[in-house]
Protein backbone atom coordinates (compact mmCIF):
# COMPACT_ATOMS: atom_id res chain seq x y z
CA UNK A 1 0.00 0.00 0.00
CA UNK A 2 1.00 4.00 -0.40
CA UNK A 3 0.84 6.15 2.00
CA UNK A 4 -0.17 9.57 1.25
CA UNK A 5 0.34 12.96 2.70
CA UNK A 6 -1.51 15.81 1.00
CA UNK A 7 -0.71 19.58 1.95
CA UNK A 8 -1.77 23.06 0.24
CA UNK A 9 -5.27 23.35 1.40
CA UNK A 10 -7.21 26.44 2.63
CA UNK A 11 -9.28 29.23 2.08
CA UNK A 12 -9.51 31.03 -1.49
CA UNK A 13 -11.59 34.07 -3.18
CA UNK A 14 -13.62 33.10 -6.21
CA UNK A 15 -11.31 32.96 -8.83
CA UNK A 16 -7.92 32.61 -7.31
CA UNK A 17 -5.39 30.34 -7.52
CA UNK A 18 -4.62 27.11 -5.25
CA UNK A 19 -1.94 24.67 -5.34
CA UNK A 20 -2.29 21.31 -3.67
CA UNK A 21 0.56 18.60 -2.95
CA UNK A 22 0.58 14.99 -2.28
CA UNK A 23 3.76 13.47 -0.90
CA UNK A 24 3.84 9.10 -1.64
CA UNK A 25 5.61 6.72 0.06
CA UNK A 26 5.54 2.95 0.44
CA UNK A 27 6.17 1.79 -3.27
CA UNK A 28 8.25 2.81 -6.17
CA UNK A 29 6.82 6.01 -7.31
CA UNK A 30 5.85 5.87 -11.37
CA UNK A 31 4.25 2.33 -11.08
CA UNK A 32 1.07 3.51 -10.17
CA UNK A 33 -1.58 6.00 -11.45
CA UNK A 34 -2.68 8.98 -8.90
CA UNK A 35 -5.35 11.19 -8.13
CA UNK A 36 -7.24 13.77 -6.67
CA UNK A 37 -11.02 12.86 -5.74
CA UNK A 38 -13.04 14.92 -3.71
CA UNK A 39 -16.32 15.33 -1.57
CA UNK A 40 -18.19 18.10 -0.99
CA UNK A 41 -20.64 18.38 1.83
CA UNK A 42 -23.91 15.96 1.68
CA UNK A 43 -22.19 14.61 -1.26
CA UNK A 44 -20.71 11.37 -2.49
CA UNK A 45 -17.21 11.41 -3.25
CA UNK A 46 -16.02 12.28 -6.88
CA UNK A 47 -13.15 12.20 -9.14
CA UNK A 48 -11.46 15.28 -9.99
CA UNK A 49 -8.33 14.31 -11.67
CA UNK A 50 -5.69 11.35 -12.20
CA UNK A 51 -2.32 10.97 -13.87
CA UNK A 52 -1.00 7.56 -14.85
CA UNK A 53 2.18 5.74 -13.80
CA UNK A 54 4.15 6.72 -16.44
CA UNK A 55 2.64 10.36 -16.98
CA UNK A 56 1.40 10.03 -20.42
CA UNK A 57 -2.19 9.62 -19.70
CA UNK A 58 -3.95 12.49 -17.92
CA UNK A 59 -7.98 12.85 -17.38
CA UNK A 60 -9.84 15.50 -15.71
CA UNK A 61 -13.47 15.54 -14.65
CA UNK A 62 -15.50 17.97 -17.13
CA UNK A 63 -16.18 20.74 -14.46
CA UNK A 64 -12.26 21.52 -13.93
CA UNK A 65 -11.23 20.91 -17.59
CA UNK A 66 -8.65 24.30 -18.72
CA UNK A 67 -8.95 25.40 -14.64
CA UNK A 68 -7.17 22.75 -12.74
CA UNK A 69 -3.56 21.02 -14.05
CA UNK A 70 -2.27 17.58 -12.33
CA UNK A 71 1.28 17.08 -12.54
CA UNK A 72 4.12 14.92 -10.77
CA UNK A 73 7.65 15.83 -9.47
CA UNK A 74 8.89 12.35 -9.77
CA UNK A 75 12.59 13.83 -7.82
CA UNK A 76 10.06 14.46 -5.05
CA UNK A 77 7.58 12.05 -5.17
CA UNK A 78 5.10 14.02 -5.50
CA UNK A 79 2.21 14.95 -7.39
CA UNK A 80 0.59 17.96 -7.67
CA UNK A 81 -3.01 19.62 -8.42
CA UNK A 82 -2.74 23.35 -9.71
CA UNK A 83 -6.34 24.66 -9.43
CA UNK A 84 -6.76 28.52 -11.10
CA UNK A 85 -10.23 30.19 -11.42
CA UNK A 86 -11.56 28.69 -8.50
CA UNK A 87 -15.42 28.45 -8.42
CA UNK A 88 -17.23 28.34 -5.30
CA UNK A 89 -18.69 25.08 -6.04
CA UNK A 90 -14.74 24.03 -5.93
CA UNK A 91 -15.28 24.01 -2.10
CA UNK A 92 -14.65 20.34 -0.92
CA UNK A 93 -12.60 18.40 1.24
CA UNK A 94 -9.81 17.44 -1.69
CA UNK A 95 -8.17 13.55 -1.33
CA UNK A 96 -5.26 12.49 -2.64
CA UNK A 97 -5.24 8.63 -4.06
CA UNK A 98 -3.41 6.16 -5.36
CA UNK A 99 -3.55 2.94 -6.98
CA UNK A 100 -7.04 2.91 -8.83
CA UNK A 101 -9.60 -0.01 -8.32
CA UNK A 102 -10.54 -0.18 -11.88
CA UNK A 103 -10.86 3.00 -14.03
CA UNK A 104 -8.59 5.69 -12.93
CA UNK A 105 -11.51 8.24 -13.83
CA UNK A 106 -13.03 6.56 -10.88
CA UNK A 107 -13.36 7.20 -7.16
CA UNK A 108 -12.42 3.68 -5.81
CA UNK A 109 -8.87 4.04 -5.18
CA UNK A 110 -6.72 1.33 -3.05
CA UNK A 111 -5.12 4.31 -0.96
CA UNK A 112 -6.40 7.82 0.01
CA UNK A 113 -4.58 10.17 2.11
CA UNK A 114 -6.46 12.37 4.97
CA UNK A 115 -8.07 14.80 3.00
CA UNK A 116 -7.48 18.54 2.88
CA UNK A 117 -10.25 21.12 2.88
CA UNK A 118 -10.61 23.66 0.29
CA UNK A 119 -13.49 26.64 0.92
CA UNK A 120 -13.82 28.89 -2.07
CA UNK A 121 -15.37 32.25 -1.11
CA UNK A 122 -17.65 34.26 -3.36
Known amino acids: QVQLVESGGGLVQAGGSLRLSCAASGRIFGTYAMGWVRQAPGKEREFVAA????????AYTDSVKGRFTISRDNAKNTVNLQRNSLKPEDTAVYYCAAEPVGKMTGARWGSWGQGTQVTVSS
Open 51 to 58: LSGSGASV
